[in-house]
C-alpha cells in the first residue's frame, strides 16, 4: 500500500482515531490505566463475577490479551480474581476497592474524551457515525466467526 493510499485506508484511518483518542485520554493525566484497562475494569464492574472468557466476549478483545490485560490490572491492585465456584477450571474477576475508586476518577475523563471524538464531526452526523462503527464490527466480527469454522472444519 503507497502512502498516498493510506487516507483511503479503513483500517489505517481507525487506527489513527484510535490513536488521537487514546492520546487525548492519557493528556487528561489518568495514571496507571490505559484506555483498553478501563474498557476491562468497566466490564467487569458492570458485571461482577464475569469469567475471563466472558469477559472475553464482552469487550471484544481476544482472550489472551484479556488475560494479559487482567493480569496488568491485577498487579495494579484494580482487580482481584479467584476461581469460578461452579466451574474450578475457570477464574471469575472483580473490581477491588482500588479499581472502583480508579473507575470514579478515570469514566468521566473517557466520556470526556468520547465527546472530544463525537465534536469532531457535524452534531447531525454523531449517532449515524456510532451506528456505522458498530454495523462494521459486527459485520467484520460475523465474518470473523465464519472464517474461523470453515477453518476448524
Do not use: W
Not at 496507571?32 to 474498557?39: A, C, D, K, M
Not at 465534536?119 to 454495523?135: D, K, Q, V, W
Amino acid at each position: 500500500m503507497s502512502a498516498r493510499c493510506l487516507d483511503r485506508s479503513p483500517m489505517h484511518l481507525l487506527h489513527r482515531a484510535a490513536q488521537c483518542a487514546e492520546n487525548i485520554f492519557i493528556a487528561r493525566r489518568v495514571r496507571n490505566l490505559t484506555p483498553r484497562q478501563l474498557i476491562v475494569l468497566l466490564t467487569v464492574a458492570a458485571h461482577e463475577g464475569l469469567s475471563q472468557t466472558d469477559l472475553a466476549e464482552f469487550t471484544g478483545v481476544d482472550r489472551n490479551t484479556t488475560t494479559d490485560l487482567v493480569i496488568r490490572l491485577r498487579r495494579k491492585g484494580f482487580l482481584q480474581r479467584r476461581r469460578n465456584p461452579r466451574d474450578a477450571r475457570a477464574y471469575v474477576v472483580k473490581p477491588t476497592d482500588e479499581g472502583s475508586r480508579m473507575l470514579r476518577t478515570a469514566e468521566p475523563i473517557a466520556k470526556d474524551v468520547d465527546g472530544c471524538v463525537l465534536a469532531a464531526m457535524p452534531a447531525g452526523r454523531r449517532e449515524r457515525f456510532l451506528r456505522s462503527l458498530r454495523l462494521v464490527i459486527e459485520t467484520l466480527e460475523n465474518r470473523d466467526a465464519k472464517d474461523r469454522l470453515r477453518l476448524e472444519s
